[in-house]
């Protein structure tokens, strides 16, 4: 079992910066990807970046060059670093956690909003 923890989120202005992040506890050795993923009021949850074992990382098109995903030292926390945020962006942000063979766990969301 996977326990996911997100913070960071809040409201920043168009053009600002935000840095999420996600603490993993319980079999935390099992996880081999983590990502974010977002879902904005009325539409499907979306994958906004994802790092990989070697820390592969990919990135949705709309976030591309603006948000960046990394893994903390201890290997059980994962970030995402928000630039140049857009009132697009605005969502709630959720962690997630992959474990082999098809376990997947997710946090509660933390809420971003991109408003002047």
């Known amino acids: 079992q996977v326990q996911l923890v997100e913070s960071g989120g809040g409201l920043v202005q168009p053009g600002g910066s935000l840095r999420l992040s996600c603490a993993a506890s319980?079999?935390?050795?099992?996880?081999?990807?983590m990502a974010w993923y977002r879902q904005a009021p009325g539409k499907e949850r979306e994958l906004v970046a994802a790092i990989r074992t070697g820390d592969n990382t990919n990135y949705a098109d709309s976030v591309k060059g603006r948000f960046t995903i990394s893994r903390g030292s201890a290997k059980n926390t994962v970030y995402l670093q928000m630039s140049s945020l857009k009132p697009e962006d605005t969502a709630v942000y959720y962690c997630n956690a992959f474990t082999p063979p098809g376990i997947i766990s997710w946090g509660q969301g933390t809420q971003v909003t991109v408003s002047s």
């Open positions: 319980g079999s935390i050795f099992s996880i081999s990807n």
